[in-house]
């Protein structure tokens, strides 16, 4: 099983709300990551987790929160978000270690901040 | 800091025609070399890399690379395209001491044509 899932594949939230991402692999993977995606641009590295600890956060907004509570699932909780937060949020997972790794990415969650 | 430029932001090209899509970086230090493909509403999928070795990587689906140490380029080619072949190409490096850490180009979109 080579599948990195991502819920929801959509979400529509408004200024003042509280949600999460959800993304989960069993591939054995010991890092995971976020990225986001604007249209028509490359993906961002927001965060990485390395055996369940944060290692990279790059220097991302505090409304955006990640959570790693075990080596297959990755969240990111989102809190009071601005309109221009909207994008595609990939989540993609690694093996564990210097690498360099193949990183394998989920379909996404397509976000619409109103 | 490493950076990647693709040159092309969009490449029209021809069912059965070759195709060259072409990625110049910039570090100061030893680099690994991807590229990944995003067909429409999906996460993206490694098409090949560049760790070490021989400078002519094969990937999937009939692509390959050239890594050019003297030039910093890492074209991606393919002698005869598919329609299939439609989507956004990104080009990534990945410095030797930083681990699983990519930073992607901007992409160059193909659209083939019938």
């Known amino acids: 099983d080579t599948e990195v899932t991502q819920t929801p594949k959509h979400l529509v939230m408004g200024m003042t709300n509280k949600k999460s991402l959800k993304c989960e692999q069993h591939m054995g993977h010991r890092a995971m990551y976020w990225y986001k995606q604007k249209a028509k641009k490359p993906p961002e590295l927001m965060f990485v987790?390395?055996?369940?600890?944060?290692?990279i956060n790059e220097s991302v907004p505090s409304r955006f929160s990640p959570e790693c509570p075990n080596s297959s699932l990755l969240n990111l909780h989102l809190h009071a978000l601005q309109p221009e937060d909207s994008a595609l949020y990939l989540c993609a997972s690694s093996q564990g270690g210097p690498g360099p790794y193949e990183q394998y990415f989920g379909p996404g969650t397509r976000l619409t901040v109103t | 800091a490493q950076s990647v430029t693709q040159l092309d932001s969009q490449v029209p090209v021809f069912e059965e025609a070759p195709v060259e899509l072409r990625c110049n970086y910039s570090?100061?230090?030893?680099?690994?070399l991807f590229w990944y493909v995003q067909y429409p509403n999906q996460g993206l999928q490694l098409l090949l890399k560049?760790?070490?070795?021989?400078?002519l990587v094969k990937g999937i689906n009939g692509f390959e690379a050239e890594f050019n140490k003297s030039q910093t380029s890492f074209h991606l080619r393919k002698p005869s395209v598919h329609i299939s072949d439609t989507a956004e190409y990104f080009c990534a490096v990945s410095e030797v001491a930083a681990g699983n850490k990519l930073t992607f180009g901007g992409g160059t979109r193909v659209l083939v044509k019938p």
């Open positions: 560049y760790l070490s070795g021989s400078t």
């Open positions: 570090s100061s230090v030893s680099v690994y």
């Open positions: 987790y390395s055996y369940e600890k944060l290692s």
